[in-house]
């Protein structure tokens, strides 16, 4: 019954064309989201570090430390796929 329930993931290469493209363009769109919204959250990270600067440097430097690490434990995952997209449509092209 689960397997009924869930939906079947294809490999890449059981995928058409004209999927790897929705599929490329969609993560594309995603990544673009997420980056804009890191953006903003490390611009508001930085903020907070320079104000808690004057109170304390330790304290301050934990923003600025833990946000581009997981900044990128969330955008790396989403790169690898979309770069192994993009390796599939253009194995495809050359055939």
């Known amino acids: 019954m689960k397997k009924q329930m869930m939906k079947a993931v294809k490999k890449l290469s059981e995928l058409t064309l ?45 923003p600025l430390l833990m946000t581009p690490m997981l900044c990128l434990t969330t955008l790396l995952p989403l790169i690898i796929q979309h770069r192994k997209l993009k390796e599939e449509i253009n194995a495809r092209k050359r055939q």
């Not at 769109?29 to 804009?36: C, F, P, R, T, Y």
């Not at 907070?48 to 934990?62: E, P």
């Open 18 to 62: 004209e999927e790897l493209h929705k599929k490329s363009k969609k993560l594309k769109a995603i990544l673009v989201g997420i980056a804009v919204v890191w953006t903003i959250i490390i611009g508001i990270s930085i903020g907070v570090a320079i104000s808690l600067f004057k109170q304390d440097k330790i304290v301050a430097t934990i």
